[in-house]
């Protein structure tokens, strides 16, 4: 398939008959006969009847026309450079990787919108694939570069597990408004259009094991930046995609000018997360990214929440999360234990690395059905046609050959703690020791290292997100401690000069997936803090 070929999937997608997960849902609450068919045991959940999900089985999307399905969905811009060099065929029966296609045919020509069309032009939209050293390994990349102006700045946007880039469909234009920012994104190595090499971890050691896990995506990233010739840039990180922002500003430091962190994943310290007593998922908020219905999510305010603590971070508790995570930081009293074990058959399958992608592609003609019990909820607030868009967008991730989504098992423990918590390093963002000339210290003399002098990180949940943000109040505080410790012994330069900072932010009427159920107030956030790097940078 040719990059033209993935804009005649857009016209495809838009006339297709098949009725949406969406549709599905609200057709069961009225009781359609089509409903009345496929119910059953599960029938209330998995909201794709049979029929129509082994229809999208046997059409077999590929995923790069998917992509280009939901990229069509950004303002201004209605025919998106899509490149396919990978994703353009269904998944091959042999071998462990995505096929990558070094053809120039399968490379995307730049998409340039003119002020005429586009309000906030010129701008140019480019799709890549962008090769990495070593055997397949390469990232796909999605940028939006705003023309006749100097580019100064870089944002630079990671997605969650087992997600891609077309998921930030709402926040590109917005973001890429801002004067003098090109706005990249990018798919995880092993994750969503990006190439697929088998994941291996050599190491038996336990913590050494979690740092291959890390390194295997965070190295890309630095490999990606130098390729790019990128000197400093902003992150930000989503889900699982925070997690790995905050482990690469602690290994590559002195590159960002900022480090934001939307409902990410991984910081809290549960002492549980090592071992095999865990809470049972009925217990666990993480069943709520499955359960949950995104239209009751971004329709309700949750009451709880004081009027202060939303958008703004201050000193009020978000459901007394704040003085939770103070209690517990200074408290020496253990926690409750949980009240009962995770099912062994669960931790079994958890540790084996049997993803929730392989299930999907195990289940064959039943993976849409299965994927529509997520979809339908986790895209209920959009109209129907981009929640279409999205459900065959992440079936046809879901259904690639698994890679990154292995690395799972060794970062995070069943119920979603991270084996690592980032709370116990979260403090040394933005405090590494780098060389005089900002670059990295492993090859660099004592006496030629300087420490970095703190960069600000940015905190975001969703008013009904169901990650724990106690853990992102206890990092704001470590973060802010670990400033004022550092400030006792720097010089009155230092001191000037020092932009650590640490802030709790809220969006309201959002859930976990907060750049996209509160979208509007997430762009309008992150302009703010995109204007406040380019202010402070000059």
């Known amino acids: 398939m040719t990059a033209t070929t993935a804009s005649n999937g857009t016209d495809d997608a838009h006339m297709r008959t098949q009725q949406s997960p969406l549709a599905s849902q609200r057709a069961k609450e ?33 995923a790069a026309t998917a ?73 796909n990349e999605f940028s939006v570069e705003r023309m006749d102006e100097a580019h100064e700045q870089n ?6 597990y087992g997600a891609g880039l077309g998921f930030f469909y709402k926040n590109f234009e917005g973001l890429s408004r801002v ?66 922002a905050v482990a690469y500003a ?28 865990m809470p049972d998922p009925s217990d666990s908020t993480l069943t709520n990214e499955f359960s949950q219905d995104q239209e009751a999510t971004t329709e309700q305010s949750n009451p709880n929440l004081p009027e202060s603590a939303k958008t703004t971070g201050d000193n009020n508790n978000f459901l007394n999360a ?25 931790t079994y399958l958890w540790d084996a690395n049997i993803s929730p992608f392989s299930l999907v592609r195990w289940a064959g003609p039943l993976g849409p059905r299965f994927v529509s019990g997520w979809t339908s909820r986790r895209f209920s607030h959009l109209p129907p046609d981009e929640a279409q868009a999205l459900h065959n967008y992440a079936y046809s991730l879901f259904k690639q050959r698994g890679s990154g989504e292995y690395a799972l098992a060794y970062i995070l423990a069943p119920g979603a703690f991270a084996r690592s918590p980032l709370i116990r390093r979260i403090h040394g963002v933005g405090r590494q020791m780098i060389a005089s000339n900002g670059s990295a210290t492993s090859s660099v003399a004592l006496a030629q290292q300087r420490r970095e002098n703190g960069i600000p990180v940015v905190l975001m949940y969703g008013e009904n997100d169901w990650m724990d943000i106690a853990g992102g109040y206890a990092a704001e505080q470590k973060i802010n401690e670990e400033k004022e410790r550092a400030l006792q ?50």
């Open 322 to 346: 704040r003085s939770k995570a103070q209690k517990s930081d200074h408290s020496d009293t253990p926690p409750s234990a949980p009240r009962k074990p995770l099912p062994k058959w669960l």
């Open 155 to 160: 944002l630079v946007m990671l997605h969650g």
């Open 250 to 277: 602690l290994k590559y430091p002195g590159h960002l000018n900022k480090l934001i962190l939307a409902s990410p994943v991984g910081i809290p310290e549960d002492p549980y997360a090592v071992n095999a007593a």
């Open 179 to 244: 004067p003098g920012w090109t706005v990249y994104a990018l798919d995880l190595l092993g994750m969503g259009r990006s190439s697929r090499p088998p994941f291996r971890v050599n190491s038996k050691d336990r913590q050494k094991s979690i740092s291959e896990a890390e390194d295997w995506f965070i190295d890309a990233l630095e490999e990606w930046r130098v390729k790019k010739n990128i000197d400093r840039f902003t992150l930000l990180g989503h889900s699982l995609g925070g997690y790995m």
């Open 489 to 538: 012994s720097a010089t009155a330069e230092e001191q000037e000069h020092d932009r650590g900072a640490a802030k709790c932010l809220i969006i309201k009427k959002a859930g976990h997936h907060v750049y996209l159920d509160g979208w509007e107030e997430f762009n309008e956030v992150m302009r703010q803090e995109m204007m406040d790097v380019s202010g402070k940078e000059r």
């Open 30 to 62: 009225s009781n359609t006969p089509a409903e009345e068919n496929r119910k059953g045991k599960f029938g209330g959940y998995f909201t794709l009847g049979y029929k129509e999900g082994f229809s999208q089985w046997w059409a077999n999307l590929p």
């Open 67 to 139: 992509e280009h399905t939901v990229l069509s969905y950004i303002p201004y811009l209605r025919k998106p450079p899509t490149h396919t060099q990978t994703g353009s065929a269904p998944p091959s029966t042999n071998g462990s990787t995505m096929s990558l296609n070094h053809s120039p045919d399968q490379e995307a020509v730049p998409v340039r919108t003119n002020s005429i069309v586009d309000p906030y032009g010129p701008r140019q939209w480019t799709s890549q694939l962008v090769k990495l050293s070593g055997k397949n390994r390469a990232l």
